[in-house]
């Protein structure tokens, strides 16, 4: 349709080579010069995402300047970019109208020029038998010339030329014929669609009159060869003749066919394939759309429809395989060996639970999934998410994309060859989003247990029922995975496992893998437990156990090395903490130390970072001043609230303590966590802060031998923390005799190994009175803290100046 005329406006220009794009045509690009990738950018971010493409004079040049155009282009708008590993930029642009460059402008990183619409009318304007005229002769000479190709499938010459609109059918027509760039580009520059539509005639006569005086010569010698092959007659096919293509593509549509009706298909999968068949079997076997078709069908049949392995449901075969492969996880296996009892039960194939591991790196988590699919018998197929950023990666492409695909769900139950795999999403939290989609939002249907059952894939264009498949997705941080993704997520938290945990899978897994890699298992090779547990906390800090096998690979290699230079080829090779030592050189990391003896002022605090638990130092000091308090160690603000709420219960109880009411206004106190480098945060540390203050103001050492956690009220309440087992397993490697825990994690006791609860007392507490007694150093531990006679005189400001009850001086 006609475009009223605008002022000029500024657009990107993209120079073409051998490209002619015109209006209503959609062409696919691969462009790599700097200067258009940069105008493609600049395009993506208008809000028409509109860019004027112009062919070049001369194809060879490249760099082409202003000189190097045409005048006249067509505005294109730009529908997709998706960058190529080699660099290269693929782009789909849509031509909209055409368009002529009026003055170029200079200063961009890629050429611009002012434009200004090409109009398009016939002046004077036709009458109606004239112009039907005009649009029947081109069509005319449209369908000789697509007789005469043969490459032009026949859907194009009927789509073509049921167009009305004279503009239109000119540009449809000339989109697809082989004309050369200077024809081509005198039909773009042509204004009026009824002078183009004449001249269009006109070229498309001449280039059917060439190509069938090309053809001649090539009938007349095939007539002569069939000649030739009459008389030879039986001779010939006595002696097996070559097929003709013809025969060959004959033959596969037989196969294909046999292969339709056998397949075990949905009742639209086979109608879909059925009528694409039908299709193939029109069309020039030599044509690419016959390709397409062709790779399409390829692909449906390729899947396993209703296809299942067997599961095996012998829930104490699994138990036992779960078991053998890892060590812990106790939580994963117990929801895998549920869903197996349940099949059991059933009797059949049901839906499958969707899982997400959740947990640090090297704890377990793609290995798992592995074990899981062979102790449920199913198939296994992995598939990577991280960097994965473009929607179609999930769904795949639609078929009228230039070598579409299926998605990576698609391939993976086709890698799998049995509709009911276990499917392993690693990294979903990895991924990301950019103008090509959102993929964790193509996840949603993939996981949605009730929506599943009919995954449309944008190339399959099908139902494909994926609620048998065993999903299982991973992830390290559970925040950056979209709320709606959670949702449809049975989310399993994995913790970092503890060092007595990684004892056991060095003991029982990591040092028999590493003995038989490093080709030592026809030496006598024996690791210490001593030497196990230095690698553990002196080499190594971490969550998982990667870094821990690579040092125990270390020893091994240390160990084949000394073997070959070692004269004495039955030696025994003992292990001890000394000798890895030696082998590995100096310590990487240590681990804070409790205080050896009593001090004023000192608290053994607890905390739980990425790699397991630690102790956490809170130091206190009091220098004459006017109540200033300050808090340093690169603390995060809970932390520091933490401090306010512990000085803030202190000043409540200074009647008991005997500091008098104001005692904080002639003192400035410091509190200080060590290793300032290292981030801190949260409120567990309360009692811990409360306990060094205390101890400094009143004189009275803390014990040594005693750690605490727990998140302090301003009434002097206990609340429940995190990571208790964390906690009480460090307290226990810094050989603590007691942890102080609030009463309500009792319950979490239970998750602490047995071996550490013997070595370690844990006291439970209420109120932070209960956590002074038990960890300040007083003769009578039972009358500390109890208020005195006459404590109402505290309100008046009194200050007390007996001596506290029960304390030892």
Known sequence: MPVDPRPPFLLP??????????????????????????ALEAAFLRPGKDILVVAQLNARTND??????????????????????????????EGKQRARIVQWDEGHPYLAALCADHAEDDSPPLDAN???????????????????????????????????????????????????????QELLAAAAPFARLRRLTEQLEAATETLQAEQKPKRKGAGQAGAAAAKGGE?????????????????ELEELAKEIANKDLSDEAKQKLEREFRKLKMMNPMSAEAGVVRTYIDWVLSLPWRTYSADKLDVAEARSILEADHYGLEKPKERILEYLAVQ??????????????????????????????????????????????DEAEIRGHRRTYVGALPGKIIHSVKRAGTSNPVILLDEVDKMSMDFRGDPSAALLEVLDPEQNEAFVDHYIDLDFDL???????????????????????????????????????????????QVLENALKDLDVQVAEDALKLLIRNYTREAGVRSLERQIGAVCRKIATSHLESKDKKKKWRISAKVARELLGPEKYRHNASERQDRVGVSNGLAVTSVGGDLLLVEVSLVPGKGKLTVTGKLGEVMKESVEAAMSYVRSRAHELGLGKEFYQKLDLHVHFPEGAIPKDGPSAGIAIATALVSALTQLPVRHDTAMTGEITLRGRVLPIGGLKEKVIAAARAELKRVIVPKENARDLEEIPKDVLKTVEIVLVDHVDEVLRAALRVENPGAFLAAPAGYARDYLGIYEDAPLAGVAH
Request: hydrophobic share 45%.
């Open 235 to 251: 001779a010939q096919g006595a002696e097996g003749g070559t097929p003709t293509e013809a025969d060959e593509f004959k033959s």
């Open 344 to 389: 059991q039960l059933r009797g059949s194939v049901g839906r499958g639970p969707v899982l997400c591991l959740v947990g640090p790196p090297g704890v377990g988590k793609t290995s798992l999934a592995k074990s899981i699919a062979r102790a449920t018998g199913r198939k296994f197929v992995r598939m990577s998410l991280g960097g994965v950023r």
């Open 467 to 513: 609620s048998k498949v065993l999903f299982i997705t991973t992830a390290n941080n559970l925040g950056s995975i979209p709320w709606a993704l959670q949702d449809r997520l049975e989310i399993i938290e994995l913790g970092g496992y503890t060092e007595y945990d990684k004892l056991q899978i060095a003991k029982s897994y990591l040092v028999p893998r």
């Open 64 to 93: 082409p300047g202003q000189a190097d155009l045409y005048a006249v282009g067509c505005i294109g708008t730009v529908a997709q970019i998706l960058r190529l590993p080699d660099g290269t930029v693929k782009v789909l642009v």
């Open 130 to 184: 004239e112009a039907e005229a005009i649009r029947h002769a081109a069509r005319v000479a449209f369908e000789g010339y697509v007789k005469a190709h043969r490459r032009i499938p026949a859907e194009v010459l009927l789509s073509v030329t049921a167009v009305e609109d004279a503009a239109q059918l000119a540009d449809s027509i000339a989109a697809h014929v082989s004309f050369g760039i200077p024809e081509r």
């Open 13 to 38: 220009v993209l120079p073409l080579r051998d490209v002619v794009v015109f209006p209503q045509m959609v062409v696919p690009l691969f462009v790599g010069r700097e200067k258009s990738v940069a």
